[in-house]
């Protein structure tokens, strides 16, 4: 009886895949694919960091594992981009996601904002104001790249486009003017050309591209999705879970590799001001349910279009008593906690509503409608809630231009 149990499991072994049966992967023995795409991911001193791999690492902690940063895959991105594309326990990062691309993988993230440009020599005294500026040039893409894809929908005409599979390459025809412009994300772009040893003052940005779009993971499709919810929890958690100075691992990852950005969104002073006096009014009626509400993320609390705007209360000890984007913080205290440049903005706040009564405060923060840290103010109220006691009832906006 074993030796038939032990022939039908050799049997299964050596059939299965003749089948099409795949494993099951797990998190351990998945495949990690790169390329050198500062300053999400790069090799630096023999090993690979930056914000994906910084990320990956803190994701795969929380699943209780440990990221081995040598077995990380650095590759050209044609080469890594098929190779998540046909092959199963596959992982590629950092990726764009576009609609082009949405259903052929299964995608973690977001891990930031990012926008593509055309960078050109000065020299070259290259002009494109419009559109239709783009077809009187020769641009540089990589192969397979969202670059590619964002340049032909600005309207770039196919032939017009020279395709390599590695950027410096592109860098050496962008010096040598085979190519008039190199279509690349701006921040990467700039670390790319000073590794080239291009100095800034070579070149400049002629165009923007649009198209603005969110760095993901990309799964390989055939990833059981139950794994891929176990990472986007891992990053959720990432983002969301404060430590003793009040700072998420992300905020800290982010703020090591990344400017601080100025958002798009449009959002005006009096929206943040209607939005916290109708909060107070709420919590002077029925302080209780009102912060169940908020904390549930109820529409207004948390607006339904724009996630971007809720409302978050204190009390004068600053505690969190409700939080329209983030309940698990309600309970916590956050006297002396600090932003990621080491500002007390909570502490200021509760200071200024019982100084004041009402007034705004500006720090830094992450926002959970773009992704990545941008500079925020929030504007503050004193309210004594139905219960008798006085809260500070707060809603901010990220900054906008700079």
Not at 310 to 325: G, K, R
Request: proline fraction near 5%; hydrophobic fraction near 40%.
């Amino acid at each position: 009886m074993m030796k038939i149990s032990i022939l039908a499991i050799v049997m299964i072994v050596i059939i299965a895949p003749a089948l099409g049966y795949k494993p099951v992967p797990s998190a351990e023995h998945m495949e990690y694919i790169t390329e050198q795409f500062p300053p999400f991911n790069f090799p630096e001193d023999g090993m690979l960091k930056g914000i994906s791999v910084d990320l990956l690492d803190r994701m795969l902690n929380r699943m209780d594992l440990e990221l081995n940063r040598s077995s990380i895959r650095l590759s050209t991105w044609s080469m890594g981009y098929q190779t998540a594309l046909n092959e199963n326990n596959t992982v590629l990062f950092s990726t764009g996601r576009l609609a082009e691309r949405e259903s052929l993988f299964k995608w973690v993230g977001p891990i930031s904002p990012i926008n593509v440009v055309l960078f050109v020599m000065k020299d070259k005294a290259i002009t494109i104001g419009a559109p239709p500026d783009l077809n009187k040039y020769k641009v540089g893409v990589i192969r397979d790249s969202a670059e590619r894809l964002l340049a032909i929908k600005a309207g770039l005409d196919p032939k017009n486009l020279i395709v390599e599979n590695d950027s410096y390459d592109l860098i050496k025809s962008l010096q040598d003017g085979t190519i008039d412009a190199w279509a690349y994300p701006e921040i990467p772009g700039i670390w790319q050309l000073s590794r080239f040893g291009i100095n800034p003052s070579q070149y400049k940005t002629a165009y923007d591209l649009g198209g603005d779009f969110e760095l993901y993971y990309a799964f390989n499709k055939d990833i059981p999705d139950s794994l891929v919810h176990a990472f986007q929890s891992a990053l959720n958690q990432t983002k969301q879970e404060k430590d003793m100075d009040g700072i998420s691992d992300y905020e800290k990852i982010l703020y090591k590799y990344l400017p601080v950005r100025y958002s798009k969104l449009n959002v005006s002073d009096e929206q943040i001001i209607r939005l916290v006096n109708l909060t107070s009014s709420s919590i002077e009626s029925d302080a209780a349910g009102t912060f169940k509400r908020i904390s549930a993320g109820e529409h207004p609390f948390k607006d339904k279009d724009n996630p971007a705007l809720y409302v978050f209360v204190y009390d004068t000890d600053v505690n969190i008593v409700a939080h329209a984007d983030n309940p698990r913080l309600v309970g916590m205290n956050f006297m002396g906690k600090v932003d990621v440049s080491g500002k007390k903005f909570r502490d200021e706040i509760v200071a200024g509503a019982i100084r004041y009564r009402t007034g705004w405060v500006d720090y830094i923060y992450t926002n959970p409608a773009e992704g990545g840290l941008y500079y925020k103010t929030t504007y503050y109220k004193l309210t004594r809630g139905s219960d008798g006691k006085l809260y500070v009832v707060c809603a901010g906006k990220y900054k906008e231009g700079g």
